[in-house]
Nanobody, 124 residues
Framework: QVHLVESGGGLVQAGGSLRLSCAAS????????MGWFRQAPGKEREFIAA????????YYADSVKGRFTISRDNAKNTVYLQMNSLKPEDTAVYYC?????????????????WGQGTQVTVSS
C-alpha cells in the first residue's frame, strides 16, 4: 500500500499562509492522482483540491479557489498545498489521499489511500 504522511500544519492568524506537504512511499508516486481533503469538527470530510499524475491538471473546491494551490514534485514523491489568505473557517484536519489512476478524481470515496492528517487552526 501507499503510505502517506502530511506535515506543515499549525496555528496561523487570519490572512496568513501555510504550506502543507504530503510525502508518499511504498509505490510509484507518478502512478497516482493526488487529492487534498479537510474535515472540521462535526462536518463531513470535504474535497479541497486534486492533481493528476503529471501536475498538468488541477481542480479546486469553490471555497478555496484563488486562495489555495496544489502542486506535486514526482521526483520527491511529494504533493503540496499552498494555502494563502487563510480564514477561521479553514480550520480543520487536512488529509492527503491517493487514487490509483491517471485521471483526477474529486470524490472522497474514489481515493484508496489516506494519510493521518495534519491540524490547521486559523485564529481570528
Amino acid at each position: 500500500q501507499v503510505h502517506l504522511v502530511e506535515s506543515g500544519g499549525g496555528l496561523v492568524q487570519a490572512g496568513g499562509s501555510l504550506r502543507l506537504s504530503c510525502a508518499a512511499s511504498g509505490r510509484t508516486f507518478s502512478d497516482y492522482a493526488m487529492g487534498w481533503f479537510r474535515q472540521a469538527p462535526g462536518k463531513e470530510r470535504e474535497f479541497i483540491a486534486a492533481i493528476n499524475w503529471s501536475g498538468g491538471t488541477t481542480y479546486y473546491a469553490d471555497s478555496v479557489k484563488g486562495r489555495f494551490t496544489i502542486s506535486r514534485d514526482n521526483a520527491k514523491n511529494t504533493v503540496y498545498l499552498q494555502m494563502n489568505s487563510l480564514k477561521p473557517e479553514d480550520t480543520a484536519v487536512y488529509y492527503c489521499a491517493a487514487h490509483y489512476g491517471m485521471i483526477v478524481v474529486t470524490i472522497r470515496t474514489e481515493y484508496g489511500y489516506w494519510g493521518q492528517g495534519t491540524q490547521v487552526t486559523v485564529s481570528s
